[in-house]
């Protein structure tokens, strides 16, 4: 499990970032930002952009990511 909220910080703010899956899966995407599991009713997660729109937003749940990059 990684912790969403300690890369919430705003120098990552739409950065492009690589999230490595525990199921071996590698998903890339814009950064948005952390979300609470009070907000969402799943868990901590990262949002990510939905093709390109960071207007809305894509839940990756911080329990199922093994790491993450980000690239300048």
Do not use: H, S
Not at 41 to 64: A, N, Q, S, W, Y
């Amino acid at each position: 499990m990684v912790d969403p909220f300690k890369y919430n910080k705003w120098e990552n703010r739409l950065k492009t970032i690589k999230i490595f899956l525990k199921d071996g899966t590698i998903d890339k995407g814009i950064f948005i930002e952390a979300d609470p599991e009070c907000d969402n009713g799943e868990g901590d997660g990262f949002i990510l952009d939905v093709d390109g729109d960071t207007t809305v937003g894509r839940l990756i749940l911080g329990k199922d990511v093994e790491r993450v990059e980000f690239e300048d």
